[in-house]
């Protein structure tokens, strides 16, 4: 570098006195606004989007104050840059427009990254711009010493030559002198400076002579190593890593300066992996092109790894359970995918979608539900091997890919039902106790899928069959499962249709008292008559609408419908009662209370004719809920039925707490009665219960005359079956009740009771 500025002594002087504190600064403020981005990206709450902009601008403002002319011999000295202030203009614009407009860069890391790469190249140069100062200025500093001692050892000569000249010899040696020590305290000065700055800069500057071996370490080297710099002089470069006992970084600082050619922001990890260092270099030659040595910048980057660690974790992990989050299992998935697998390697998707884990947030709070999913996540990793990779996907959805070798279904089904084993085991969750359901969703690689995007949408269409059939079951994904969805969806938009143009219609289905056989009232069943593909089972396109939201308003225009027949039953005859199920949407998500008034109020109705039939499994769900509502609708003049009992909970612990007026036996118990004594005991102990709190009790699938009599001998009040008719339109029901005319021909089944239930 001096041979380059050789016979410039005024351009020596002058660059080479200048101040490092511009140069310093400028270095210190790049550091300090990619810290600041650093954290702001991590999440840490008290940096902000407009810190992150002030530390730019005062990056800028302190670079602009540099001495980047590109006649500075100091610049000329770096290879293939002429203008560096041209490239921190370009840099800065660039980063600038990366950060207009927003207003968090939170979890952002692949912003962050595109600036350090931005920033990177122009702070390289930066540094090695204050190794050249530093360098010219050790060079100044040999210059003067030798002329100072040169002008000592002539002014030695010329003493004798002052002792015979005379007096004014004697007084051109004495000025001669003191410039000489003037120049050589410069020199001391110079150097003391070097040092200083050298002492206080937070990367450590290093050079090597023509044998790579170690001539000068910056004092800086002792908070990263915990030895004086002294203690490296002599000892070979790759010195500075090999007390780590990490061969790798010695190697490949080995490998860096064998060539004799630059090498900038070689990466070294330090022995266990929790140190991390940058180093580069460049060679020192002589004006012939003789090699010299290196001279060189290292940097502590550890704690900027970790930072970096901590925002790619973030970008790759579930913050609430620390599994991987989707964006990672995508590309574990892809590596898997284009990865070299052996001929008879197989692979599994699993997701997982929790049963009913909405009711849990809806009923205990969003804590409780977020302390559910890290007790779920804890059971994954537990019976999962550590080569499996977990995620969760967001919500109460969970996937796992599961790897092996000539795996086949019934082995991946084992897999499966153990883990729903698992899952269902009672939970303890803030001083409550779930049984939690999942449902599981199959998808093999290769078989399934080659991609990423089909491998989960066949996983996807399995899990779909899975919620399907009930829950709590896994399903292999089948190729059909694709045509069996299209189905599902085109009855999806088809609903939506009939229930838009009144393509829906609403029939009743007789319900008598057993001991007369008269008529007392009737059940609203909702039927669908597809235009092209004929009636609709109500298991098929009821549960299309709970999956779809329709169940709301779906069960809005039953009420409503359901609400005109009985008005028009009522104005006619002056008695009959209509009963309504009630879906567990109606019930959860919506009023009831608000939307059954609004109902008898739009079709005056009489709340005396309605009855309201309500499972008990809902009941359970909330039920501080379901008293105050039963209460309020009792309060009314409504009717309330528990639907399907004995199939749930049946507890006389529940049943006493809630204001009902009949408990409806389920045709479970009906079909055998007479040959099953168990259905016998189960009818009778139903019957004592309720006539021990004061409800009527109805059995429905009353198909025989031989179960309606074995019915009234167990003490049951009504029924509900074929045996007394079949569900039937509302026009052609209210005509047979209104002229009398029952099926088949039996008129006095068909007479309308007197109201004579006071006493239920």
Known sequence: ????????????????????????????????????????????????MEHVRRQLGRLASTANLLNLDERSPLVQALPGKLDLRADFTAAVIEIRSLLEGRDSLRGDSETFRKIKAILGPWLTDLQSLMVNLTHIRLGLQDRDLANASRLIHVNRFLLLGIVAVGAMFTTMLIVETRAARRAEADARFDRRRFQDFAGIASDWLWETDETLRLTFVSDEIHSFRGEPASHYIGKPITYLVARFDDEDAGSRLTAATAGREPFRDLILSIGDGSQFLKISGSPVRHASGQFRGFRGICTDISTEVRREGRIRFLAEHDTLTGLSNRSRLQTQLRAILEGERSADQRGTLLLFDLDGFKEVNDTFGHDVGDALLVCIAERLRADLRQADTIARLGGDEFAVIHVGDGRDDPEI???????????????QVHGFEFVVGTSIGIACFPKDGTSVEDLLKAADLALYAAKSVGGNEAVIYHPDMSERLKRKRRLEEDLKQSLETDGLSLHLQPQVDLATGRLIGGEALLRWHHP???????????????????????????????????????????????????????????????????VLDKTGLDPCHLELEITEGLLMRDQELAIRTLATLDGMGVR???????????????????????????????????????????????????????????AEGVETEAQRRRLITLGCDEGQGYLFGRPEPIDSFLTNVAGGDAPGGDRGRWAVLERSRSSA
């Open 532 to 598: 092209e593909l004929g009636p609709i089972s109500p298991e098929v396109f009821i549960n299309v609408a709970e999956e779809t939201g329709l169940i709301l308003p779906l069960g809005r225009w039953v009420l409503e419908e359901a609400c005109r027949a009985a008005r028009r039953w009522s104005t006619q005859m002056g008695d009959g009662m209509i009963a309504v199920n009630v879906s567990p949407a109606q019930f959860i998500h919506q009023n009831l209370v608000d939307e059954v008034t609004d």
């Open 413 to 427: 089904m084992v897999l499966a039902r153990r883990l729903l084993a698992s899952i269902r085991r009672p939970l």
């Open 1 to 48: 570098m001096l041979a380059a500025i050789d016979g410039k002594a005024g351009d020596l002087v002058r660059y080479a006195r200048v101040d490092n504190w511009t140069t310093q600064q400028t270095q210190i403020h790049s550091y300090q606004f990619l810290v600041a981005l650093g954290e702001h990206v991590a999440g840490i709450d008290d940096v902000s």
């Open 640 to 698: 309330l039925a528990i639907d399907d009992f004995g199939t749930g909970y049946s507890s006389l612990s529940y049943l006493k707490r809630f204001r009902v007026h009949k408990v409806k036996i389920d045709k479970a118990f009906v079909r055998d009665l007479g040959h099953d004594q168990g259905d016998d005991s189960i009818v009778r102990a139903v019957v004592m219960m309720s006539q021990a709190f004061g409800f009527r009790t109805i």
